[in-house]
């Protein structure tokens, strides 16, 4: 295949994606990022500049949902699969388009991405539906006025400042309009910010490719007047189905086509919104613009949200409606089966934890999890606040996810592993019986899964990638609370001396720099 090269530099900035005005993490000088886009099979080569100052700080991107392959230094994930990078510093990232379909890249370095560190990702692929115009990414963040290291102190700190947690607007592709006269301590707003525009054709099918790169809120989206047919769930073709409404949770996407069914001239709203009872979020409603062709742009759309009556499960659409394109059988029976309970907790210090089996994870930036494995430290689990989970020469390992904490919290997570894509095979409320399996000849795959509300999910993952692999919720907070495990995949298959070499990379330079600043 072919390589593309990119070109990142990260840096602070000042910017006002919805009139607001704050300081920003930019690619590029770009809120959000430039796009990356490949055939399958291409090689990506990203070389990633830290110029970011003001206070200096490390920082590392990832490749959501890629596999890879025989290269899991390359995931992009401090504390695990690298150093972060320094500041000043530059390490170029090397990956195979090994995926299809629409995804992101990220910050992983604590929660730079809810300042804006993050950007769209397109690989052509072979399609199995027809459409006629791609518009490209739909990018769903909720936002946050506030500093994402100022959150973080909030939420680690000992006053419980973390239940107030509010995103204060909900974005697409980076823009939306925020009420100016809500300010009120003289932080400039501008009242010229703008919503988001598509262009739609009457009689045309057009794809958008939606995603909820935000840092807490769950989403729906919708389009007035509109139905959506869904054709892929994150990289995963499935068979279409029409739907008003699309549930997003962090790190989802859904691709979706949609027939121009307007007429020229006319206009519409395209909607995103935070579901209230699914997490700690504001009503916040994205806005962007549908404009057939010959539309008058100088008035808005004057069309009215469907009705949507949100069900409360904070999960995933039906198992039983979405069902893979391409079918791959279930594993018939684990090697492994594992269980993870999930709860909220608040430890000696004050702090409000989240805890996989009674613990929460601490990375840490100089000792990443794939080098101690390389250097011949086999004796698991090394630190128990690591979170580690060797499961050794296992071939296939049920995970079974209870979200034990009291239903009334209001809490679900959208669980993201890397390095895999999961078979989902059983979800609901309370309990898995033990037994139901939901289409074993085609369970539904995944790389994020909602855990819902009060329940549970099961999946069913194929060790086929030798590596050390985090697994955690999305949500930006909850990974600073420790909501995040790691697993070890066949660690008989490692290559050591290619882990030591590569992790140099950024360790001699981290080690050097945060003996002087951290
Ligand atoms: Cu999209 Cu561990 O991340």
């Not at 950024?506 to 050097?512: E, F, G």
Request: with cysteine.
């Amino acid at each position: 295949g072919k390589t593309r090269q990119y070109d990142f530099t990260i840096s602070r900035g000042v910017a006002s994606p919805d009139g607001y005005q704050k300081q920003v993490m930019l690619v590029n000088g770009q809120f959000p990022g430039p796009m990356i886009e490949a055939n399958w099979g291409d090689w990506i080569q990203v070389t990633i500049h830290n110029a970011i100052t003001g206070p200096e700080e490390g920082t590392a991107m990832h490749w959501h949902g890629f596999l890879q392959k025989d290269a899991p230094w390359m995931d992009g994930v401090p504390s695990v699969s690298q150093c972060p990078i320094a500041p000043g510093e530059s390490y170029t990232y090397r990956f195979r388009a090994d995926r299809f379909g629409f995804s992101w890249y990220h910050s992983h370095y604590s929660a730079q991405y809810a300042g804006g560190l993050m950007g769209p990702m397109i690989i052509h692929g072979p399609s199995h539906a027809r459409y006629d115009v791609d518009l490209g990414p739909v990018f769903i963040t909720d936002w946050y006025h506030q500093e994402y290291f100022d959150i973080i102190k909030g939420i680690m700190g000992t006053d419980n400042k973390h239940w107030d947690l509010f995103s204060q607007n909900n974005l697409i592709n980076g823009k939306g309009i925020y009420d100016c006269s809500q300010v009120t301590d003289g932080t400039p707003c501008h009242s010229d910010a703008k919503n988001a525009q598509f262009s739609f054709k009457s009689g045309q099918t057009h794809l958008l490719r939606l995603i909820n790169a935000g840092a807490e809120g769950f989403e729906y989206f919708s389009i007035d007047g509109h139905t959506m047919t869904v054709i892929t769930n994150d990289f995963v073709p499935i068979r279409p189905y029409n739907t008003t409404v699309v549930t997003l949770g962090i790190g989802q996407r859904a691709d979706v086509l949609v027939k121009g069914t307007g007429k020229p001239g006319e206009s519409y709203w395209m909607r995103a919104n935070n579901s209230l009872i699914c997490g700690q979020t504001t009503k916040g409603e994205a806005l962007a613009e549908v404009r057939y062709e010959n539309a008058d742009l100088s008035k808005p759309p004057a069309s009215q949200a469907q009705p949507f009556v949100d069900p409360g499960t904070c999960a995933d659409d039906p198992l039983e409606t979405t069902i893979p394109y391409f079918p791959v059988r279930g594993i018939r029976k684990p090697d492994f089966v594992q269980v993870y309970n999930i709860n909220k907790t608040i430890n000696e210090t004050g702090q409000q934890e989240w805890q996989v089996n009674d613990s929460a994870f601490r990375g840490n930036y100089n000792n990443p999890l794939m080098l101690l494995t390389a250097q011949g430290n086999t004796s698991y689990p090394y630190n128990p606040e690591w979170n580690v989970y060797n499961f050794g020469k296992n071939k296939t390992v049920r995970m079974i996810l209870n979200n034990i904490t009291p239903w009334e919290t209001r809490l679900s997570h959208p669980m993201h592993m890397h390095g895999h894509d999961f078979f989902v095979v059983a979800e609901g409320r309370g309990q898995w019986d033990g037994k139901t399996i939901v289409r074993p000849e085609n369970p539904m795959r995944r790389d994020t899964v909602m855990l819902p509300r009060g329940g549970y999910v099961v999946i069913d993952v194929v060790m086929d990638n030798p590596g050390v692999w985090p697994f955690h919720c999305h949500i930006a907070w909850h990974v600073s609370e420790g909501l995040y495990i790691n697993f070890i995949d066949q660690p008989h298959k490692f290559k050591p001396r290619q882990i030591r070499e590569v992790m140099a990379g950024t360790c001699n330079a981290w080690n050097k720099w945060s003996k002087n600043n951290v």
